[in-house]
């Protein structure tokens, strides 16, 4: 599994865009980017996935350049209510069923 | 949205006893998991599950655990004899089996139920 690096945690106001950097050195061809949010005492949630260039949804959208090293998830316009443990996880669909979590990124948006 | 439940929500138990936790995972969804969070650390997989066998476990699951899916919409995770260490919330997921393009099964996306809150006394 691709070990993955992020930022511990990250302050932002109400109504900025957050960029959390997530850098997976070791990622494999196979290997897909997914990011998952987790409110307190709830179950993680799935944001976003991607492979590579750029992904969006309603929720947010997520970069990856060329060489997968790194993704980016960017929360547009954020609020209060996106104050949560973000995960970034790398793995393949195909082999190994365990989400590996790590520490996350400890997102507090204050007003 | 279809959606992972999960009962109940909290649990107190004696240290010894037995618990059952219950997961309705995703009606079309084949794949089967459980977390367990201990208060302020990791999300720790424990245990997944496919085609009524279990599919890979964790050394977190050892012999006191156990899955079954006893009918067609349940999903349980038995422990034995509760241990105070195994306080934590427990999270079941579920995701959908796809047919790959050679002939494996692709797991797709997890999505989790809401937890359950073990306290062993």
């Known amino acids: 599994l691709a070990k993955t690096t992020q930022p511990i945690s990250m302050d932002s106001y109400e109504g900025q865009e957050v960029n959390i950097t997530c850098s997976h050195n070791n990622i494999a061809t196979n290997d897909y980017i997914t990011w998952y949010q987790q409110f307190p005492s709830q179950g993680p949630r799935f944001i976003i996935q991607?492979?590579?260039t750029k992904v969006t949804n309603e929720v947010a959208s997520l970069f990856i350049p060329a060489d997968r090293k790194s993704s980016t998830l960017s929360l547009p316009r954020v609020s209060l209510s996106d104050t949560a443990v973000y995960y970034c996880l790398v793995g393949d669909n195909n082999s190994g069923y365990a989400l590996n979590f790590g520490k996350g990124t400890s997102l507090l948006v204050t007003p | 949205e279809p959606e992972v439940t999960q009962t109940p929500s909290h649990q107190v138990t004696q240290m010894g006893q037995e618990v059952i936790l219950r997961c309705v995972p995703i009606?079309?969804?084949?794949?089967f998991y459980w977390y367990r969070q201990i208060l302020g650390q990791k999300v720790e997989f424990l245990v997944s599950f496919y085609n009524n066998e279990i599919s890979e476990k964790s050394e977190i699951f050892d012999d006191q655990f156990s899955v079954e899916r006893p009918d067609g919409s349940n999903f349980t995770l038995k422990i034995r004899s509760t241990k105070l260490e195994d306080s934590a919330m427990y999270f079941c997921?579920?995701?959908?089996?796809?047919?790959?393009?050679?002939?494996?099964?692709?797991?797709?996306?997890?999505?989790f139920g809401p937890g359950t809150r073990l306290l062993v006394l």
């Open positions: 997921a579920s995701s959908e089996a796809l047919q790959g393009t050679s002939g494996s099964v692709v797991r797709e996306t997890q999505y």
């Open positions: 009606s079309n969804h084949l794949y």
């Open positions: 991607g492979y590579k």
